[in-house]
């Protein structure tokens, strides 16, 4: 259980920094860009080896792949308009509380009486990280950047769950990376960002390739500790993500309101501690 406490933290240790990378890039946009086409190009070999999914989850994958376009540009507008502390907490945590709403309405999933207390916890906090004088442009852009998390996160839900094996999601985890790599340099080519991104990359290629490297080892440390703890557990720890991220806009980026957002998002992260703790419960039940 030490070793999945571990990794797990560690997840979202990188998932927090990759994020950190982007905002403090001096084009956040080709920044996205190349991180997303490093971690394609890493984990492809991967998937010769453990083989690609089904075809029938195909459409799945591009339909994530397309999604993901959309997220990364939110997400890019969102570091531009905002706090990294206010951006990513609200992000990732609006994005965790609509999937689960997203659930109930669109896969079918049950919510227990206390889930909902948990909800309510989640929704507290995420409106605590809005204080008065906050840009309109900052919040939107972090609320539409939850919306595309909680969409990826459905659709990448409903292609796993087409699978009988643990196997095949890890195949469906993994074969995402390079089909959101696909979709995104689609975008950016149609956006004519290609001559940019060809004159950056002798440059910043290493911090593109760091940056992908941390999208997929934070993916595959999840892999890893699920072997050994409940998932219910490793997700609880990987949930922590979201104090990390306001943590470094408080400490490294010395934003203003960081210490207070700090506290905002130990709220929204004990709101979906819960949420995932009662649904663990309800389905031992």
Known sequence: MLAATILALTSAGLHAAWNLLVKTSDDRDLAAWGQFLCGGILVTPVLFIIGWPDPKVYPYLIASGIIHFVYVTALVQAYHHGDFSLAYPL??????LLAALGGVVLLGDVLGAWQW???AIVTGGLLSLIRPGTAAASIGWAVGTAITI???TLVDSAGARLGSERMDAVQYGFALMPFAAVAISVGNIARRRLAAFRAVLPEMVRRYALAGSFLVVAYTLVLVAVR????GYVTMLRESSVVMGALAGWLFLHERLGRSRVVSSLVIVTGLVLLIAFANRASEV
């Open 117 to 119: 207390v948990a909800i």
């Open 150 to 152: 909680a969409s990826y």
């Open 91 to 96: 992000a990732r945590g609006g994005g965790a």
């Open 228 to 231: 050994s703890a409940p998932v």
